[in-house]
Nanobody, 117 residues
Framework: VQLQASGGGLVQAGGSLGLSCAAS????????MGWYRQAPGKQRDVVAT???????NYADSVKGRFTISRDNAKNTVYLQMNSLKPEDTAVYYC????????????WGQGTQVTVSS
């Protein structure tokens, strides 16, 4: 499975950005896709996840500002980020998890999001 992320960039505080990530390869019909982020010197943390059934979960820090969605036909997950804050600056990674015993987890390449104050 390969994940190709796109989007990101530089935006001023209060602005918006969108990310997308397309998965290809041997993708199961049931899976969870999501976005994680890692700021310099910090651990990688979950931002939002969404199942094939459309059930979404968000980190408290982004609730009400970010929206995750997906197109199952395209195996693509999106992250719309509004009201961006400087503390949202990080490298954002997409992730796909599928299977159960064994559980498979795949990562896309990171994409930089920088929010200037």
């Amino acid at each position: 499975v390969q994940l190709q992320a796109s989007g990101g960039g530089l935006v001023q505080a209060g602005g918006s950005l969108g990310l997308s990530c397309a998965a290809s390869g041997n993708i199961f019909s049931i899976n969870t896709m999501g976005w994680y982020r890692q700021a310099p010197g910090k651990q990688r943390d979950v931002v939002a996840t969404i199942t094939t059934g459309g059930s979404a979960n968000y980190a408290d820090s982004v609730k009400g500002r970010f929206t995750i969605s997906r197109d199952n036909a395209k195996n693509t997950v999106y992250l719309q980020m509004n009201s961006l804050k400087p503390e949202d600056t990080a490298v954002y990674y997409c992730n796909l998890v599928q299977g159960w015993e064994p559980r498979y987890s795949y990562w896309g390449q990171g994409t930089q999001v920088t929010v200037s104050s």
